[in-house]
Nanobody
Framework: QVHLVESGGGLVQAGGSLRLSCAAS????????MGWFRQAPGQEREFVAA????????DYADSVKGRFTISRDNAKNTVYLQMNSLKPEDTAVYYC????????????????WGQGTQVTVSS
């Protein structure tokens, strides 16, 4: 059974930083594209960032480009999301997701999901 466990969320002031982690119990972690998504109350889940499985290509939503950085450590089966210059509109539950050998950014294209971690940015 696959488990994705996010951590690192919390309450931070605008302009601050947080680093999210997602530990995955995937046998061949390096064969998975890892993505971060977020969902604010009353809103649809939206793409934040992804790190492709094969060639190290990263994708970002326009709203986070230049502020967020996705990285991964295949030896630790972990993907990270470094979030800097946080804004109140970044407030949401953040989810990590995994998809086998496909570079995808649409939530419905991901097979495995974590339970999410809350990020709250105060103004």
């Amino acid at each position: 059974q696959v488990h994705l466990v996010e951590s690192g969320g919390g309450l931070v002031q605008a302009g601050g930083s947080l680093r999210l982690s997602c530990a995955a119990s995937l046998r061949t972690f390096s064969s998975y594209t890892m993505g971060w998504f977020r969902q604010a109350p009353g809103q649809e889940r939206e793409f934040v960032a992804a790190f492709a499985w094969s060639n190290g290509i990263t994708d970002y939503a326009d709203s986070v480009k230049g502020r967020f950085t996705i990285s991964r450590d295949n030896a630790k089966n972990t993907v990270y999301l470094q979030m800097n210059s946080l804004k109140p509109e970044d407030t949401a539950v953040y989810y990590c997701a995994a998809e086998f050998r496909r570079r995808v950014v649409v939530p419905t294209e991901y097979t495995y999901w974590g339970q999410g971690t809350q990020v709250t940015v105060s103004s």
